[in-house]
Structures are given as C-alpha cells and as structure tokens.
C-alpha cells in the first residue's frame, strides 16, 4: 500500500490545505458466483479477484475572524479509480471476466462494471420499424432501440442478444465534490453545506431503460436474452 499526503497552514492557519494520495492492490475478494439450478442454491461467496484502488483526495478550508464577524469557507474533491487485476480462472471457469446479471467484473476495467445494451437514443414508432431492425424478442413500438454491435462470430447479425451487450461504466462514483460556508455574528450562525458527484454512467440512460423497456436490462439479462431472439 502507498500513501503519500501533505497539511499546509499558512496566515497563521487561517488557510490550510491537505492533499492525500494513496494506492492500494487488495488480493481474495470476495464475489457472489451464481451456482447450477441442480445445486438447490442460488450462489456461493467466492475468492475471485486481485483489485487495485488508486486515487487522491484535495481539500481546502479559509476562516477569518474580525471581530464579533467570522466565517469559513471550504471545499474538496476526491478521485478514484477501480481496476481489476486478476480473476482466479478456477472460480469461474474464464481467465478473463466474471459475469453475474447485469454486471461483469473483467481484468483492466472497474470491479462490477454495468454490462447491458446501450440504447441508441431512439423508440421504436411503428410495428413495421420494429420488424425491419434488429429488436429483441417481444419488441414492439414504444419500445427502446439498442445497438446490434455483435454476434456469435464477433460482428453485427442482426439480431439483439447477450452478445451485444458492452460496458456501460460502473455504480461507483469517478468525481466527488463538496463545498461548505460558515457565517457567524455574534450568537447568529448560518452554514450550508453543498455535495456532488460525477458518476461513470449516465443515470438517465440506466433509469430510461427501467422505466421503458419490455427487456429487464438492470435485472438478469443472460437468461432473458438467452431465452429468444429476434427472427
């Protein structure tokens, strides 16, 4: 593990600033495997992967006092990043990736990234446009168009299924952000605090799906896509 970090108070401590960077590989974590239906178990805790976090936190803080008058005013930011070094091949039976509904977790890329179908930005008008583009099973106007990006042999076919589906980012956060203000006078304080976060997936696009689509993109996809294609 690494971690490397700095507190600076200058103007007798009315400005202080901090800094923290730190890497840190963690070995054996532990993954929810899906088990055969045969087993009478739906999964089992596993040691599956090696995975390195990285990243750096900023803040700042300036406060002032004149006399019955003070206030204070901060803000901070943090980044990090998530990657998969290795996946224990005897656990999932793939050198490569780990699949379990509608998240993969693969070496070089973010621990449970989203794998689904990316949408196109476009519906489905009329039966005739549903029956002449590639759709999935069951598909019909209203419904969300998605991007025929590969089949059985790695390229376009036509027809939407588990092997059109791509990394769409991850749940965890790429930015946070937060800010605060102190005002006081005398026994009056005011204060307000302010947070956000950039996410690596657009939220709308994961909850236009939900609300849309026949097909339960955020639930098991292998099985519902599995189940049917179109013709």
Do not use: C
């Amino acid at each position: 593990m690494t971690n490397v970090g700095f507190n600076l108070h200058l103007f007798n401590s009315e400005l202080v600033l901090e800094g923290d960077y730190f890497m840190r590989k963690t070995k054996d974590i532990l993954f929810d495997t899906p088990l055969p239906y045969e087993t009478g178990f739906k999964s089992v805790l596993t040691n599956l992967a090696e995975v390195q976090n990285s990243g750096f936190e900023l803040s700042a803080t300036y406060q002032k006092r004149l006399k019955d008058f003070h206030f204070s005013i901060g803000g901070n930011m943090s980044h990090i990043q998530n990657k998969v070094n290795a996946i224990d091949p005897g656990m999932t039976g793939e050198t490569d990736r780990h699949i379990s509904g509608n998240k993969i977790t693969t070496r070089n890329k973010p621990m449970n990234s989203y794998y689904m179908l990316k949408w196109t930005g476009k519906i489905y008008q009329t039966q005739e446009e549903v029956d002449n583009s590639p759709h999935v099973k069951g598909a019909g106007p209203g419904d969300l168009v998605f991007e025929d990006i590969s089949g059985p042999e790695g390229k376009p076919d036509g027809v939407i299924d588990a092997n059109d589906r791509q990394i769409l980012g991850t749940e965890y956060p790429a930015w946070t952000f937060g800010a605060n203000l102190s005002f006081g006078y005398k026994g009056i304080n005011i204060s307000a605090d302010f947070q956000g976060l950039q996410m690596l997936i657009p939220m709308e696009h994961a909850n236009i799906i939900l609300r849309h689509s026949k097909v339960p993109i955020l639930a098991n996809i292998d099985e519902t896509l599995d189940s049917g294609t179109s013709e």
